[in-house]
């Protein structure tokens, strides 16, 4: 069974001028001990998807519907109360900024006491003695002096690693990730992202690692998910999805990598901008921007669907596109 079922998730934050729809019909799973990685481009909707998971949407943000399951139970309907036992206790998260999860006025250790102490049956001593366990595997030296100094006594990637020792402190059995690395230098990032690697492996925890670094999950993940304008367009196996990209989206994601084999003047870019909420297009949100774009694209919205190992919201992969002769005439032209 799967830990964690988002299952047609649709997130609207309602106005003056009417509801916008920022997340339209989310549907993925992941299996316990594995790491799934959500990435796309800023305003895709990859960090409201982590919010609506572990109860922190910003109001007026609210889960309009869907369901979201943890071990088989729903936990987008629970109130205020019941949502922050469950995170924490089974439900850990990392965020972008460390200071915004390190209260500054209390010690690293008051902050993992507590949060131990706040999820499982065991004494002051036990919990101090767990936290310098934690720190110490999370990299942290001297543990036992570090844990009565204040965020600010850190640098940054070290804070980083006491976020991750917080957001294990109750042995959850997810974590959701959101742009973990981003605030630290490449040289810490790739310590940090083996870290939050081995140590979620050795626990048998799993991962929901969001990022906007294809670098960062073809390293880390097991499945990725490719965001677009509130929808997925695109989920598979890492490799296949990074090596093979089904959907014309994944593939410029691609190709916009710097490749240090090649010696060329310009990187390739993808044309235009994620469209905003207010002024999504019909059919095929990519469609404006879409190199392989035709009729179909820009009338009827594709689900997801089965494009070799992977699945892809795109009408190239229908399996009615060739008989009904609904195909791509410019692609050629585009191309060339």
Not at 258 to 271: S, T, V, Y
Request: glycine residues 8%; hydrophobic residues 45%.
């Amino acid at each position: 069974m799967s830990l964690l079922q988002v299952k047609n998730l649709v997130v609207e934050f309602p106005g003056r001028r009417g509801t916008l729809r920022a997340l339209d019909d989310i549907s993925f799973d992941i299996a316990p001990g594995e790491v799934l990685g959500v990435v796309g481009e800023s305003g895709a909707g990859k960090s409201l998807t982590g919010a609506a998971i572990i109860g922190l949407l910003e109001p007026p943000g609210r889960i309009a519907s869907g369901q979201i399951l943890l071990e088989g139970e729903r936990i987008d309907q629970l109130g205020h109360e019941a949502m922050r036992h469950i995170r924490g206790r089974r439900i850990g998260a990392i965020f972008q900024d460390p200071l915004t999860s390190l209260n500054p006025l209390y010690t690293v250790g008051q902050q993992m006491v507590e949060t131990v102490l706040a999820h499982l049956p065991v004494s002051a001593a036990e919990a101090r003695e767990r936290s310098i366990a934690l720190l110490r595997d999370t990299g942290i030296s001297a543990p036992e002096q570090r844990i009565d100094h204040y965020p600010h006594q850190f640098s940054g990637g070290m804070r980083q690693r006491v976020v991750i020792a917080l957001a294990l402190a109750a042995e959850p059995k997810l974590i959701v990730a959101d742009e973990p690395t981003t605030a630290l230098d490449v040289s810490i990032q790739a310590q940090i992202i083996g870290l939050l690697k081995r140590i979620c492996h050795e626990r048998g925890a799993s991962v929901m690692l969001i990022t906007h670094d294809m670098g960062v999950i073809a390293e880390t993940c097991d499945r990725v998910a490719v965001m677009y304008a509130g929808r997925i367009a695109e989920i598979g196996p890492v490799h296949e999805v990074i090596n093979h990209p089904a959907h014309p989206y994944t593939a410029g994601l691609m190709a916009a990598i710097p490749d240090m084999a090649l010696d060329r003047e310009r990187l390739n870019q993808i044309d235009g901008a994620m469209p905003r909420l207010n002024a999504i297009p019909s059919g095929c949100a990519f469609n404006p921007r879409c190199p392989q774009v035709f009729d179909r694209c820009r009338s009827q919205r594709p689900d997801l669907m089965a494009a070799g190992t992977t699945r892809a919201a795109c009408w190239l992969h229908a399996s009615d596109a060739a008989a009904t002769g609904n195909r791509p005439e410019v692609v050629a032209e585009v191309q060339a």
